[in-house]
C-alpha cells in the first residue's frame, strides 16, 4: 500500500501499547482508523488523543473482546457501515502472562494466552480476510514476537501461541499469493518495546481468573511486576519507533518486521542450526531476547 489518506484501518490492542502507536502513524496519515480493545477507558482517552493528531480522517472506538468470534464480526459490519472498506487490519491485541515453568503454571494461564494471542488473530482473519479478498486490495498485519521465532523457558504458553501467529501469517502470505489477490500480508516480531504488557492482568476476565495464590506466590508476582516495569522503561525499543517500522513494511510489502534485526536472526540462526544439524535447541531464556 502505497497511498495511505482517506483509507480505512482497523487496528485492535489500540488503546496502548504497540496498537496505540501504529493508530497515531495511521491518523498522522491521514487515514481512518477504527481502534478495537478491550479496555474501555483508555479506548475513550486513545481516541481523544487520536482526534487531536487526525489529519483530517475519522476516528472510530469500539469496545471489542477479540476471544469473541460475534464481537468481531460485528467490528467488521460496523466499518463496513461507516467506511464501506477496510483496505489495513492489525490484529495486533495480545497479553503476556504466563510466566512460570510448566508445572508452575495453571491451565486456565493457558486458555486466556491462547484465548487472545492466537483465537483474537484467527478471528480477525476469519472476518476481515473475505472483505479484503472481495475488494481485491489491503493489507494485514499480525502481531507476533521474536518468542513466535525463538522459544525461550518460562513461557511455553506465550511462545506456542507466537509461534503459531507467525506460522498462520505465512500460510495466509501463501494462499493471497497463490491465489493473485493482491492482499499484502506482514508478520510482525518485536523484542523488548516499551509498552504496558507487562501488566497484562488487568485485562483477565474472570473465565480465565487464576488459582488463589499463596502470599508468597503473590509477594513474588508483585516483585516480578516491578522488575519488569524498571526493565522495560530503561531498556525497551519505543512503540513509536516499531510503528514507523510497521508502515515502512506496509509500503514496502514486506513479510517480517523485526525490531532487533541483528539480535533476532543471530538467534534464528542458532536454533535452524540445531534442527538442521540434528541438535537439541539452544536452552534460552526471555534474558536472550535481543536488545538491538
Ligand atoms: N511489549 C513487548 O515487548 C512485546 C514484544 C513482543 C510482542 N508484543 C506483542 O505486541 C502486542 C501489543 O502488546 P503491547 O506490548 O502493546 O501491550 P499493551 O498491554 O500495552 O497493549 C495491548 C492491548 O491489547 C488489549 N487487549 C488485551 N486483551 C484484549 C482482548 N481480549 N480484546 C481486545 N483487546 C485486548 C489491551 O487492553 C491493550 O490495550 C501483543 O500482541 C504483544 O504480545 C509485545
Redesign the pocket.
Known amino acids: 500500500m502505497k497511498q495511505f489518506k482517506n483509507k480505512v484501518a482497523v487496528i485492535?490492542?489500540a488503546?496502548?501499547?504497540?496498537?496505540f502507536a501504529i493508530a497515531e502513524q495511521a491518523a498522522g496519515r491521514g487515514m481512518h482508523v477504527v481502534i478495537?480493545?478491550?479496555?474501555e477507558r483508555?479506548l475513550r482517552i486513545a481516541e481523544e488523543k487520536l482526534g487531536t493528531i487526525s489529519k483530517g480522517g475519522r476516528i472510530m472506538a469500539l469496545k471489542?473482546?477479540?476471544?469473541d468470534p460475534k464481537q468481531m464480526a460485528s467490528l467488521a459490519e460496523r466499518c463496513l457501515k461507516e467506511f464501506s472498506a477496510v483496505h489495513l487490519l492489525v490484529n495486533?491485541?495480545?497479553?503476556?502472562g504466563v510466566a512460570g515453568n510448566i508445572w508452575e503454571t495453571d491451565l486456565s494461564d493457558w486458555r486466556w494466552v491462547m484465548n487472545?494471542?492466537l483465537w483474537?488473530v484467527i478471528h480477525g482473519l476469519h472476518v476481515f480476510s473475505r472483505i479484503m479478498q472481495r475488494q481485491n486490495e489491503g493489507h494485514i498485519v499480525n502481531?507476533a514476537?521474536?518468542?513466535g521465532l525463538i522459544a525461550a523457558s518460562g513461557m511455553a504458553g506465550y511462545v506456542a501461541s507466537k509461534h503459531a501467529v507467525v506460522a498462520i501469517s505465512e500460510a495466509v502470505y501463501n494462499e493471497f499469493c497463490s491465489a493473485g489477490i493482491n492482499v499484502g500480508v506482514s508478520v510482525l516480531c518485536?523484542?523488548?518495546?516499551n509498552?504496558?504488557?507487562g501488566s497484562?492482568e488487568r485485562?483477565r476476565p474472570d473465565a480465565v481468573a487464576k488459582e488463589e495464590l499463596s502470599d508468597e506466590e503473590l509477594k513474588k508476582e508483585a516483585e516480578l511486576k516491578a522488575y519488569a516495569k524498571k526493565f522495560f522503561a530503561e531498556t525497551?525499543m519505543a512503540?513509536s519507533a516499531v510503528a514507523e517500522q510497521v508502515f515502512e513494511a506496509v509500503e514496502k510489502r514486506s513479510f517480517y518486521i523485526l525490531t532487533h534485526p541483528q539480535g533476532t536472526k543471530e538467534k534464528l540462526k542458532e536454533r535452524l542450526s540445531s534442527i538442521i544439524n540434528d541438535q537439541p535447541p539452544p536452552l534460552l531464556s526471555a534474558a536472550d531476547f535481543p536488545s538491538q
Open positions: 485492535t490492542g488503546a496502548s501499547g504497540i496498537g478495537a480493545d478491550i479496555e483508555a471489542i473482546d477479540v476471544t495486533n491485541a495480545g497479553v503476556g487472545v494471542n483474537g502481531t514476537s521474536v518468542a518485536p523484542s523488548y518495546i509498552t504496558n504488557i497484562s485485562n525497551a512503540a
